[in-house]
C-alpha cells in the first residue's frame, strides 16, 4: 500500500509546532472548540509565523456559527475545516461554499455501520471527506481509544464509492499503526498517541514513522 496520508492535530505551543513542522505529516492540526487542547486563533497564526510549516493547516470546530468559522479560516488561513459537531448539511454547505477550504465532516464509528455510511452518503454532496472516530462517552474526540478497525475497509471503500476521502482517528500510535495500516486506511489523524506529558514527541513521531514507512511504499 501507498503512504497513508497523515494528519497530527492538537498543537497547543510553538514546540508542538516546531516538532509537526519537521515531521513527515501532510497536515498539522488546531482545536478551537472547548478541549484540553483549546488554541486562540491569534496564537496560531503567531506560531504559524514564527515557523515554516509547509503542511495542510486543519482546524477543528464543534457546533461553530458559521461567520466564526469563516473569519478564522481567513485569519490563519485554514486549508482544512473539520466540523466535529452536530452540523447539518446545510452548515457544512456554507462553509464550504464562503471558505473555499476542504471540508471533512466527522462521524462516530456504531457497531451497526449501516448509520455512520447513511450519513455519509447524506453529506457526500456538501463536504470534501470524513474523519471516523471511536465513540467515547461525553466526548467528541481526542479521547486516544480506537474502534473497531475491522471496520476500516468499509468506510474506505464506501468514501471511494462517493469519491471522498476517508480519515481514520482514536487510538492510534507507535505501538497500535502496524494494526490499523493492515486495514488499508487513505488517511490518519493522531493527537494523543504522539504525546508525551501532554506535549507533542519527537520520540514518539520518529517511532511512528519509521514502523509506518517500513510497512508502505513510498509515492510521490
Known sequence: ????YVKYCGAVTQEDVDCIAQSQADAIGFIFAPSKRQVHPDQVKQWLAQTKCEKDIAGVFVNEKIQKVCDITKHIPLDIVQLHGDETREHA?????QTGAIVWKVFHHEPNLTGTLEKMTA?????DGFLIDAKVKGMRGGSGTAFAWEAVPSYVQHAK?????????GGVTP?????????????????SGIEENGKKSNAKIKALEERMLNDVRISK
Open 93 to 97: 454547505k456554507e462553509i464550504k461554499e
Open 1 to 4: 500500500m501507498t503512504k497513508p
Open 175 to 191: 505501538v497500535t499503526i502496524t494494526e490499523l495500516l493492515a486495514y488499508g486506511p487513505e488517511a490518519i489523524d493522531l493527537s
Open 123 to 127: 453529506f457526500a454532496p456538501f463536504v
Open 161 to 169: 464509492h462517493l469519491r471522498k476521502n476517508c480519515v481514520i482517528a
